[in-house]
């Protein structure tokens, strides 16, 4: 199975292939694009949690018969260093949004700031 096979909702739960469904407007997505999506994203979409997350990601990594993928070590060097850019970004801006929270909540604490 590869990544822009269709995304094998049929066997994910309701609540998993619900979200999925309303996060591509109704469309089956292929698993390259559900796959692209980040933890931090698909954790926005109501009904997606920690363990519908997990269920999402086991399926996208897996072929329909049941059979692992083979490990991204068989991509490209260029689509390696693709991901490894796009999850750089994706850390800096949670990282960025934890020191502004942070020194936000500093400066409430502390009124002589």
Known sequence: MGLDDPFPIEKCSGRVRGAILAEFKGRC???REVASI?????LTVPNIGPTTLEELRSMAHSAPNGEEQPSITGMPDGELLSRV???QRELNIIVGEIRA????RGSKNNPSR
Not at 101 to 104: A, E, Q
């Open 29 to 31: 997505p292929t698993i």
């Open 85 to 87: 850019s796009r999850l």
């Open 38 to 42: 980040s933890d931090a994203q698909w």
């Open 101 to 104: 929270r942070l020194s936000g």
